[in-house]
C-alpha cells in the first residue's frame, strides 16, 4: 500500500542545541497523533543525526541526511559516505536537491552514483526532481524531469526502484514563497507516475511514493495533498517551527 510521507528538510539551519530543542517538540507532537499511514521524516544537518537518534523515538519521527557523497570511501575530505550516514541510525538520504545541482554542480550522472550507494548501505533515497523557471516557461519542464527520473534512477531493478521515493520540487516554488498550483502538482505528479509504470508496471507504479516540495505550509498543505497522485511532501522553511511542520503534518 501506498505510504503518505511528510519529510523535514532543515538545509543548513539550526545549531546542534536548537537542532536537539527542534527535533524533540517535534517528537513531541507527532506523539499526539498523526494521519493514518503516514510517516514523520527530518533531515537535519548530518553532524546532528547520531545525537538525534538518542533523543528521539526514531520509530515515530525517522532520520534522513540531506546528501551523501558519491564514492563509497576514501581520500575525500569533508565528505560524508552513505555508509557513515547509516551508522549514525538515519533510515533515509535526500539526494539530488536542486540546491546540490545548483550550487554544488550535481549532476544526474554523479546522482545515480549516490542512489546506487546509498540502497547499498540500506539506506531509502529521497530523490529529487523539478524544473527551473525558464524550462517551465519554455514548455520543457516534464522532459527536464524525465531525464532527471530516468538518467538517475532507471537502471535500478523493480525491487530496488521500490525503495525510492520521489519528490517533484519545482525550483521555482523552493523557498519563494510560490506553490505550484494544486493543478501544476498533480499534473506533474501523475506524469511522473506514468513514467514509473511505463518503465516498472501498474503494480509498482501504484505503490510508488510522491512528494510535493516548494513553499508548502500550513495553509496550502491540505489543498496540495488532496490529489490523488501527491502522498505528502518535503518541507523547507516551515519544517523549522515544530508547530507549523506538525500542521502539515496533519494536512495529508
Ligand atoms: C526544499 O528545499 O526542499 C523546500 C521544499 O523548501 P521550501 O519548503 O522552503 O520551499
Known sequence: MRKNIVAGN??????????????????????????????????????HLAELSKRINTKRVHLS????????????TGEISAAMVKSTGAEYVIIGHSERRKYYGE???ILKK???????NQL????CCGEVLDQRNANQH??????????ALFFLSEEEFSKIIIAYEPVWAIGTGVTASPEQAQEMHAY???????RYGEQVAENITILYGGSCKPSNAKELFSNKDVDGGLIGGASLKAGDFYAIIQSV
Open 10 to 47: 532543515w538545509k543548513m539551519n539550526k545549531t546542534l542545541d536548537e537542532g536537539i530543542q527542534l527535533a524533540e517538540e517535534v517528537d513531541k507532537l507527532v506523539a499526539q497523533g498523526v494521519p493514518d499511514n503516514t510517516e514523520v521524516i527530518i533531515a537535519p544537518p548530518y553532524i
Open 124 to 127: 531509502n533515497p529521497i530523490y
Open 114 to 120: 549516490k542512489i546506487e550507494l546509498a540502497l547499498e
Open 142 to 151: 516534464f522532459e527536464v524531469v524525465k531525464s532527471q527520473i530516468s538518467d
Open 192 to 198: 511522473i507516475r506514468q513514467l514509473v509504470t511505463d
Open 65 to 76: 541526511a540531506q546528501n551523501c557523497a558519491s564514492e563509497p570511501t576514501g581520500a575525500y
Open 107 to 109: 549532476t544526474n550522472a
